[in-house]
């Protein structure tokens, strides 16, 4: 696993970085139970294209990748910060780096959350969604176990931010689904040479 800190609108951002195989990945998708816990509880739950039910399962949406790199950025959150505008920053930053690596590794990313491209998803109107080329699934969309992954893999516990108790630390997942030998170091090169 690869770490690096950086500084963006004066706040200290820290990546980590890791390589694995989809194929060990499988074991922290528990799509039922996300599913209902989206149905139960998210008001994002079937009102667009990206998020359950619509979603694929991340073991059909990887089905053509050999490998993901797993990124996971963590910020703390600031004394005069709302939780929400930590997240958003975190989110953007974590989305910005990713859509440059999927261009110019030619794979694919999952987003950081659900879908924000339109303002109106397509999905209300009874369409097709207007950008497929853009539009991508978050990894907790598909039925992965963020929790269990950031434990495992990144040994770091998610906090979650609630009415009673604000998180000091604001963490955000995603990942790039590749074929060959893309490798930490080659993340982290280029993490560093792109401008946040």
């Known amino acids: 696993m690869k770490k690096i800190k950086f500084e963006k609108n004066g706040k200290i951002f820290t990546l980590k970085a890791i390589v694995c195989e989809n194929k060990d990945l499988i074991k922290f998708m528990n ?15 079937n009102t667009n294209w990206s998020c359950p039910p619509n979603s694929p399962r991340f073991d059909e949406y990887s089905a053509d990748y050999d490998k993901s790199l797993l990124v996971e950025v963590t910020s703390e959150v600031k004394d005069d910060e709302e939780f929400m505008e930590a997240y958003i920053q975190n989110r ?27 303002k109106r998803c397509a999905f209300l109107d009874n369409k097709n969604c207007y950008h497929p080329e853009k539009m991508r ?27 009673k108790e604000q998180s000091t630390t604001c963490t955000s997942i995603g990942s790039i689904l590749f074929n060959g030998t893309f490798l930490e170091d080659d993340f982290c090169d280029l993490a560093r040479d792109y401008r946040f």
């Not at 799509?31 to 739950?45: A, E, I, Q, V």
């Not at 434990?151 to 998610?158: P, T």
Request: net charge negative.
């Open 137 to 163: 699934y978050s990894m907790e969309s598909m039925g992965m176990d963020l929790q269990k992954m950031s434990e495992e893999i990144f040994d770091h516990q998610l906090t979650w931010n609630s009415k």
């Open 92 to 118: 953007n930053t974590l989305e910005d780096l990713l859509s440059k690596m999927q261009i110019d590794f030619e794979c694919i990313k999952t987003a950081c959350g659900s879908c924000n491209l339109c």
């Open 31 to 45: 799509r039922d139970y996300f599913m209902n816990l989206c149905k139960s509880g998210c008001p994002n739950y």
